[in-house]
């Protein structure tokens, strides 16, 4: 990557460890059993030549969109936060209020692939989203793959909100399932106002055996889909650490898209996620 270009880390999460709260921390998953903070993370950035991240929940509090927008203070390194806040409760718009105030706040997201089916046709919750209308703010789609037909839905209802969609969906790579993601990641894509993150991939492949050539169909689809100027790269540390190292992955990435032309890498690496999430580079002095 060209000098003069930042490249951001569009998707990590930070935490202090508690088996309540991470419940989702399974057996398999026993080495992301300890705390993940700020400076482990940033010097993981220093190593691999990258400049900055957004911060994305992982709990559905409140007190942690608050933690992490402290943390956002704190550190230059990141950028922005997505955080949590109750979209489907009725007094959202109080709620919102306050975090509004906080110009490291840039997104919200909710665990919808915790969800059970319908949620995202619910009336309240996207009463809610109709709140976010005119915020700025983007709001990060957490689905799987089977909910993709009913985020479709979802975001026809809202044609003025800026979506982006985490993951990729999460296709099943591992079981080389293409379709009938493929298709559907195509009828997303033709919405203007959603864009995507190119992340938590290596997690839904074999975790020993994932290689660039398994990864490869899906990021295919996704390029071929979304274009540079909607796609954004994340690491989504520390839960890719299960199946690859932080360096590792953004080398991947790199070689994946090494013949792409600057301007298309300049988006990818960076320039999509500055611009969807307003995101200010603060130089160092």
Known sequence: MPAHHSVIDAHHHLWHYSAIEYEWIDDRMAALRRDFLPAAFIAELANTGVDGAVTVQARQTLEETQWLLQLAGRYKEILGVVGWAPIASSDFATSLDALTANPKLVGLRHVLQAEPEGFLDGEDFNRGIRTLHGTGFAYDLLVVEHQLGEAIRFVDRHPQQ???LDHIAKPKIAAGEIEPWRSQINELSKRSNVCCKISGMV???????????????YLDTVVNAFGADRLMVGS??????????????WQLLRNYFADFSDDERADLFGATAARIYNLKMRRQE
């Open 162 to 164: 800026v979506f982006v």
């Open 203 to 217: 997690t839904e492949d074999s975790w020993s055996h994932w290689s660039i050539e398994s990864l490869r169909p």
């Open 236 to 249: 989504d540390w520390p839960v890719c650490l299960v199946a690859t190292g932080y360096a590792q992955w």
